[in-house]
């Protein structure tokens, strides 16, 4: 039997007490062995709730318990988790997490220290909740060279862009509803604003190129200020507004971007809607896979912290690498990277469009004393030295 304790007993620390306890058969079939959850980590008592029985405050009760070999972090935040982290790491045990924050700032760390120690650090669920990702790039992608990884990595906000384009609901009305039903934050600007996808395309990066890459290196725009008029341009078009947490590497170059995208029906990102997320790879032999499911959710991430565990489970005494140094991952400042442009100005004069963006793809009669068009393709800074000679610029978004 393989004994194992959970720190924090919140949406997600409760669902990996779920999947254990549910699946429980179904996981020793699997492992050959059972998995006992025999402390549950929280400051908070939860009365008539069977974990209760396995409930404790005091992590040392975990840290010098030797039949505890494997942790799950579910507490999310960089203090406490990091020291308890840390703490079980340098005792030899395994921890398993659905900590973002903490795999960004602290993952290459924490695996050296798991590495010396002879046991593991996985943190599957902190990208892309359910969806398999990390594992995928850890092993099945392990012999390709990794051209781009673009991501739909926020549940909330694709679903704010979902609404908009199925209902013709302004940002503010479907975000305040997202916010009723409990599908966006109170504080909603880690999603809205791009940082949540930032911070996991920053992890998803570091792992396809086995260096650091720092978030506050990618260029991040969010949502706010993508309206209903941009929706009716992009069924002119034939195309929709995805938020697109994008990395590529090209000529030996390597760039990253979080921005609203249009996206035509031709990629398969095109088709994933609502809370729903998806992540397609290109690789330079297998070409393009794609990881799609639950971004979120308690047991959809609950089922990526235990898959976790079972990976551990199957190696006690031995470490899972996963190449991720410290050194920094050059990011190219965005300014290089080239691609088409939709942009939509305040005047209606061809010409005049023509004249400074050269060849475009006009799209007229959309919204009044205004017009649409897209670029060929050109660097973004060539891109800005062009629109920097209208003072009618409306709105840019990328295309895909
Ligand atoms: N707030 C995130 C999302 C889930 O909307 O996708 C946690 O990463």
Redesign the pocket.
């Known amino acids: 039997m393989v004994k194992t304790a959970i720190l924090g007993y919140g949406t997600v620390g409760s669902g990996v007490y779920e999947v254990l306890k549910k699946n429980k058969d179904v996981i020793s079939g699997k492992l050959g062995e059972e998995i006992q959850v025999k402390y549950v980590l929280d400051l908070r008592e939860f009365e008539g709730d069977p974990v209760q029985d396995v409930l404790v405050h005091d992590m040392n009760l975990i840290l010098d318990d030797p039949e505890v070999q494997i942790v799950c972090e579910t507490m999310g935040g960089e203090h406490p988790a990091y020291d308890f982290t840390k703490s079980a790491l340098e005792r030899g045990k395994s921890v398993c997490t659905s900590n ?1 924050e903490l795999v960004e700032k602290h993952g290459p760390e924490l695996i050296k220290i798991a590495e010396k120690h002879q046991c593991s650090y996985l943190f599957e669920a902190s990208v892309g ?1 359910g969806i398999p990702i990390i594992r995928p790039l850890r092993t099945s992608l392990a012999q390709e060279e990794i051209l781009s990884i673009t991501g739909i ?7 704010i862009l979902t609404k908009m384009e199925t209902e013709g609901l302004a940002f503010d009305t479907v975000l305040a509803r997202a916010q009723e039903k409990g ?3 109170k504080n909603p600007d ?2 809205i604003l791009g940082y ?2 930032c911070r ?1 395309i920053s992890i998803l990066t570091s792992l396809a190129y086995g260096k650091k890459v720092d978030f506050q290196d990618i260029t991040t725009e969010g949502i706010t200020a993508i309206t209903d008029i941009d929706f009716a341009y992009a069924k002119k078009m034939g195309a929709t507004i995805k938020l697109f947490a994008k990395s590529v590497k090209k000529n030996g170059k390597y760039y990253a971007i979080v921005a609203p995208f249009m996206v035509k029906p031709e990629n398969p990102l095109y088709a994933v809607k609502g ?1 729903f ?1 998806a992540i397609l790879v290109n690789a330079n032999m297998g070409g393009e896979t794609m990881y799609y499911g639950k ?2 959710g308690k047991l959809a ?1 609950a089922s990526a912290v235990v898959a976790d565990v079972l990976d551990c489970a199957r190696h006690i005494g031995k470490h899972l690498d996963i190449k991720w140094e410290d050194e920094r991952l050059e990011i190219s400042p965005i300014d290089g990277a080239v691609r088409k442009f939709f942009v939509r100005v305040s005047l209606t004069d061809e010409e005049q469009i023509k004249k400074v963006f050269g060849e475009v793809e006009m799209f007229t009669g959309v919204a009044k004393g205004e017009c649409g068009f897209v670029t060929e393709e050109m660097t973004e800074a060539a891109y800005r030295e062009r629109a920097a000679k209208f003072d009618n610029v409306l709105s840019m978004i990328r295309v895909d």
Do not use: P, S
Request: aromatic share 10%; glycine share 14%; proline share 0%.
């Open positions: 973002k909740g990595l926020n549940g909330t906000t694709n679903y599908y966006a934050e880690a999603d949540d996808a996991k809370v997320n971004g979120a991430t």
